[in-house]
């Protein structure tokens, strides 16, 4: 009876030890927890004095120069320009989210899972437009052109000019995503191997 009482006193002490650390961590817990609220609290009480500050001042300025808000022509012109580019260039951006969207489909993953992935390919399509439109990927290209007789105005006003834009946007979402995808891949198998090659020794 003793040594049961015994080994009772000390599996009932051990137990207790054990539940004193888990008040202490979750003490910790909670005081980090408050701590990291606080922060968050202060960021944004500073963030919206920013605003107000930045919004008075600015109301100042109006007020001691009224003209301050009249735009120049060059202005309303870059303005203008900026609008039409920002539409146009909504166009690739689409073509290369449906490029990579089917990339994806074909690889067999949600599509929900990997938007941020088709968005993303659909911006490099645009960053690929801008780079034909500008004429900077021209300008590379231009010696092997010449070489064929074929000028970068000839590319630029042919007929299928649109077509052939159109299609590099798809190719390039489609690029895009596959490449974050074989990349994908190829750390999730190695990992695989790894975990695998580690089980193994441990045995």
């Known amino acids: 009876m003793k040594e049961d009482v015994s080994v009772e006193s000390v599996g009932s002490e051990s137990d207790i030890q054990a539940l004193i650390k888990k008040l202490e961590f979750l003490e910790r817990e909670l005081a980090d927890h408050k701590d990291q609220k606080k922060t968050e609290r202060r960021q944004y009480f500073l963030f919206v004095c920013l605003v107000i500050v930045t919004v008075f001042l600015f109301v100042v300025v109006a ?98 000019n649109f077509y052939t834009l159109a299609l590099v946007a798809i190719f390039v979402g489609m690029f895009s995503s596959n490449l974050y995808i074989f990349i994908n891949q190829k750390v999730e198998q190695l990992t695989v191997r790894r975990n695998s090659e580690g089980a193994g020794g441990s045995r």
């Open 63 to 160: 007020w001691a120069n009224p003209t301050i808000g009249d735009l120049e022509p060059d202005t309303i012109s870059t303005l203008n320009k900026a609008v039409n580019v920002v539409i146009v260039l909504f166009v690739p951006f689409v073509f290369g989210v449906l490029g990579a969207a089917a990339r994806v489909l074909i690889a067999g993953i949600s599509t929900g899972q990997q938007l941020g992935l088709i968005v993303s390919s659909g911006f490099m399509a645009v960053f690929s437009w801008i780079g034909i439109k500008s004429g900077v990927l021209i300008a590379v290209v231009a010696p092997h052109l010449e070489k064929q007789a074929i000028t970068s105005d000839q590319i630029l006003q042919a007929p299928g």
